[in-house]
């Protein structure tokens, strides 16, 4: 599968799986044998996690509908539910400077800054139209969302051979290193 398709497996992420592992593998030197399988389990676990995770943002619309079209009182349910998911995933992810422990920590504090930002705003009384004010914040905001979520969750992706199915490619970070700007649906003046 490696083999066949480099792009979706690139050197860099090999070199991160051998290194992972090696560390996993030195961990474990001095440990009794069921020392050893606790630990190996909970690599495991948290990989079925990150799994989970993926899945759950590629499957809410939220993350990929242009905002045109989005109900602002959805969404807001809809990262709050994302918000509780995180925090029970925080409680079960005992490696917090791992991979996934590090995007959960990226992705609460996204949805914490999401919140705060509207929190002066009736986001269930938004008129979904562009040039009102209360719209065009939440638009900006829920683009600023999705873009910190992307740019924590791609590299997992990529590092747990995930591919997103409704999440379009026009939304995912360019990894050429600069500070990016995520943009979804309608911006000021109905252009995208």
Aim: contains cysteine.
């Amino acid at each position: 599968m490696i083999d066949q398709d480099e792009e979706a497996f690139p050197a860099q992420t090999l070199v991160t799986w051998k290194r992972d592992h090696e560390k996993r593998v030195s961990g474990l030197v001095g440990l009794d044998l069921e020392q050893s399988l606790l630990r190996l389990a909970e690599v495991r676990f948290s990989h079925d996690l990150a799994r989970d995770l993926l899945q759950w943002l590629d499957g809410h619309r939220f993350m990929y509908v242009e905002d045109s079209r989005e109900f602002p009182d959805q969404v807001w349910t809809a990262v709050q539910d994302l918000r509780w998911k995180i925090s029970g995933l925080r409680g079960r992810v005992t490696d917090s400077e791992s991979s996934f422990g590090a995007a959960l920590a990226t992705m609460d504090y996204a949805v914490k800054k999401f919140v705060s930002a509207l929190s002066d705003i009736r986001v269930n009384e938004i008129r979904v139209t562009s040039g009102y004010p209360e719209f065009e914040k939440f638009s900006k905001e829920l683009g600023v969302l999705r873009g910190r979520i992307l740019e924590v969750c791609v590299p997992l992706a990529q590092e747990e051979g995930f591919h997103f199915e409704n999440i379009p490619e026009y939304m995912m970070p360019k990894s050429d290193g600069d500070v990016l700007e995520f943009r979804s649906g309608l911006t000021s003046g109905g252009k995208k």
